[in-house]
């Protein structure tokens, strides 16, 4: 029976972060940043971290970033120059877009702007869902 129990909490826990990494693709992919780009990968494993270990967000060159790039292989630089280059290439190809996102005036978001915006929106869905907290 204790297997049992364990097998579906196990479950459940992969679920919930099938459920959470799916609201992430989506807020990236509303953006408009293209799926072939290497920051689109980038955003995706920051703002997942960023869900797992809210304090990373005080820092993101500190924090976030290395967590990143250990997690892909890769340099630090690269991570924000990557999600950099991915927010403007959206933002140049279709700007409406991405100010239609925010809830207050921007030109090009910066990416602290992106993923506070990803974290809170995912949170904010998950609690009026009642799903668990991320």
Do not use: W
């Not at 909490?9 to 799916?22: G, I, V």
């Not at 955003?43 to 797992?52: D, E, G």
């Not at 602290?112 to 609690?127: D, G, P, Q």
Request: glycine residues 2%; contains cysteine.
């Amino acid at each position: 029976m204790l297997t049992q129990i364990r097998k579906t909490s196990t479950n459940e826990t992969r679920e919930h972060k099938d459920m959470t990494e799916l609201a992430v693709v989506r807020f990236v992919q509303k953006l408009g940043i293209r799926p072939n780009l290497l920051g689109y990968s980038l955003l995706i494993r920051c703002i997942m971290t960023a869900l797992k270990q809210p304090d990373s967000m005080n820092s993101l060159t500190r924090s976030l970033y290395p967590v990143v790039a250990r997690q892909q292989g890769c340099d630090v630089r690269s991570v924000e120059r990557n999600i950099r280059r991915a927010i403007d290439s959206a933002y140049e190809y279709d700007p409406e877009r991405i100010r239609s996102i925010f809830y207050y005036k921007v030109n090009k978001p910066y990416i602290s702007e992106v993923i506070s915006l990803a974290v809170e929106s995912i949170r904010y869905e998950a609690a009026a869902t009642g799903s668990q907290s991320c």
